[in-house]
């Protein structure tokens, strides 16, 4: 097989790209704000200032991590299972009604937040949960549904029909038939599904800016926003906080990777 040079140079050329600002990032943490502006902003620092984590820390940072923690968890988890539910419902349901449903999901892919958030606010409002972490989670597991029931149901179609056919012999119901055997199947498209719906809850900026109000419901990407106004010249204390509030996405990656690739080219070559 003869190698492609010039695809493996743009390969290193394009990681190199992609480095460079994680590295610029890690490397202005570690300044101290006088080394910061008295240096080359590229060369690493040879005294290490750890002081910037601490200060990130102590300006409530746990706090913010906690909200978007719950945010991220009481939007991915009703979100999985709803979509999974709705998904087994589409392929599997033999009636007429559900044949149209796929592509009203698939149209829900068209409708951009922006456009709706001013209905948003007023039913929110109108629930009385405005300033409540509740009012963040709903529009999630709304938005997040076309997507994940698109991707769920691409892999569920991919279960062959004899196993279904088997755990019918076997007098299995559609409950049992649903989480015995799809559910397990389709594992890899659910997590891809968790993973990519919650890194979009945990980098999630307009809802916590326009349905919250309180400093104790800030989440991570709103807290940045503000930490950043409070430290606008100390460059590396606000890198700090960028790598501190990227650590649990990173290692919830590192654990749901192996299944994107698999999860995302589920269905694709039927």
């Not at 326009?210 to 926003?225: M, V």
């Amino acid at each position: 097989m003869r190698r492609n040079w010039l695809g493996g140079a743009f390969g290193w050329l394009w990681l190199l790209l992609v480095l460079l600002p994680l590295y610029f990032v890690a490397v202005t943490s570690l300044k101290s704000i006088s080394t910061y502006f008295g240096s080359n902003p590229v060369l690493p620092s040879p005294q290490l200032a750890f002081e910037n984590f601490t200060a990130v820390l102590e300006a409530d940072f746990t706090m913010y991590l906690l909200n978007s923690v719950l945010v991220a968890l009481g939007t991915v988890v009703p979100l999985v299972i709803m979509a999974f539910m709705a998904s087994f419902a589409v392929v599997r349901s033999g009636h007429r009604f559900f044949s149209p449903v796929r592509s009203l999901f698939l149209l829900g892919l068209a409708i951009p937040v922006q456009a709706t958030i001013v209905p948003i606010y007023l039913i929110i409002i109108q629930m009385h949960m405005y300033d409540s972490l509740v009012a963040l989670m709903l529009p999630g597991i709304a938005f997040g549904l076309p997507l994940s029931v698109l991707i769920i149901s691409n892999a569920m179609r991919d279960v062959p029909k004899e196993l279904f056919e088997a755990m019918d012999i076997d007098g299995c119901t559609e409950w049992q038939k649903m989480w015995r055997l799809a559910f397990p199947i389709c594992q890899p498209a659910i997590v891809t599904v968790a993973v990519y719906q919650a890194l979009m809850s945990w980098n999630g900026f307009l809802f916590p800016l326009i349905l919250t109000q309180s400093p104790d419901k800030r989440t991570l990407p709103l807290a940045l926003w503000n930490f950043q106004g409070e430290y606008a010249t100390n460059v590396p204390v606000v890198m700090a906080a960028v790598i501190l509030s990227s650590i649990p996405i990173i290692v919830l990656y590192a654990f749901g990777r192996r299944y994107l690739v698999s999860g995302m080219t589920a269905g694709s070559g039927k």
